[in-house]
């Protein structure tokens, strides 16, 4: 229910979007579709004069007119193209394929759900287009023949990964956003971009990070949430120039959130049994942070 509750939400958009834009083409292709009133018989109006005009100085141009003619030359910016530019963004994209598609369906489609259709494979098309990748066993290495010690350095390998270079001072994303949006505080895009670098960095450093056999799964969950919550926010930093992007993106970001805490937990507990393993110095105790809590 919820998941189609947020396709209705993006089709609204997406027709929002296209449609607006193009509705006066759209009503005029089509012909008007009012009926003609009927003939509405005026009184006749009251005869008019003309209004005396003066020219003071007898150059041939009417006083009132003389405030607009100027001896100065009009320049033309010539820099200025009629051309049509192909739309860059996905946004714009998806706007003129949309509305193109509409055009085409009231002209030749005799499928009365055409219109819907369209929708639904827009929304279709959106979602695949910033889906991004799920990594798998493919795209790491996995120490088959694996020892405690390789356990304990694999753990201060993603536990520093963790700590290091984490943004500080910085509030949390969707208050970042909001800011940019609502208050319009552009420069805290930047913002959004050092968090979306943090993630980007965790992504990369785990998938260069040998995994012992014993926690290929709990690795490989790490490692496709840090890239989920990586693309959610690098699409927020794009909320102003290709808004539908951050849109379908910000519909995962709460699950994507989530999911990063269960893989944290998840790995905690997998590395528990090798407690022992490690000191008070260890960078793997970062996972400590998250001992798993009942939720509600």
């Not at 997406?14 to 009012?34: D, E, I, K």
């Not at 798998?136 to 700590?163: F, H, K, P, Q």
């Not at 808004?243 to 709460?254: A, D, G, I």
Request: charged content about 20%; cysteine-free; aromatic content about 8%.
């Amino acid at each position: 229910m919820k998941k189609e509750s947020q396709r209705k939400i993006l089709g609204a958009f997406v027709v929002g979007l296209a449609l607006v834009a193009g509705a006066y083409t759209v009503a005029n292709f089509t012909g008007p579709s009012y009926t003609q009133p009927a003939s509405i018989i005026q009184p006749q109006a009251a005869p008019r004069s003309a209004i005396d005009v003066s020219d003071n100085d007898n150059n041939g141009i009417e006083d009132w007119r003389e405030e607009f003619v100027t001896a100065e030359p009009v320049i033309i910016n010539e820099t200025v193209s009629g051309e049509y530019t192909t739309p860059d963004t996905l946004t714009g994209q998806t706007g003129v394929s949309f509305f193109e598609n509409i055009l085409q369906s009231r002209i030749y489609a005799q499928n009365p759900d055409a219109s819907e259709q369209i929708i639904n494979d827009t929304i279709a098309s959106l979602e695949a287009e910033t889906s991004g990748i799920l990594y798998d066993l493919r795209d790491i290495s996995v120490i088959s023949n694996w020892n405690e010690s390789d356990i304990r350095s694999y753990a201060n390998v993603m536990g520093n990964s963790l700590t290091a270079n984490s943004p500080e001072g910085l509030e949390n994303e969707l208050s970042i956003l909001n800011g940019v949006l609502a208050r319009g505080e552009v420069e805290r895009i930047s913002e959004l971009e050092e968090i979306a670098a943090y993630y980007k960095t965790l992504t990369d450093r785990a998938l260069a990070t040998p995994v012992p056999g014993v926690l290929v799964k709990e690795h490989l969950d790490l490692i496709n949430t840090y890239n989920a919550l990586y693309l959610d926010i690098d699409a927020m930093t794009q909320a102003l120039e290709d808004p539908v992007v951050s849109l379908v993106r910000m519909r995962k970001y709460r699950d994507d959130t989530l999911g990063l805490q269960l893989a944290l937990e998840n790995m905690y507990m997998s590395l528990l049994p090798y407690e022992s393993l490690f000191t008070s110095t260890d960078a793997a105790l970062a996972f400590t942070l998250f001992i798993p809590r009942q939720r509600i």
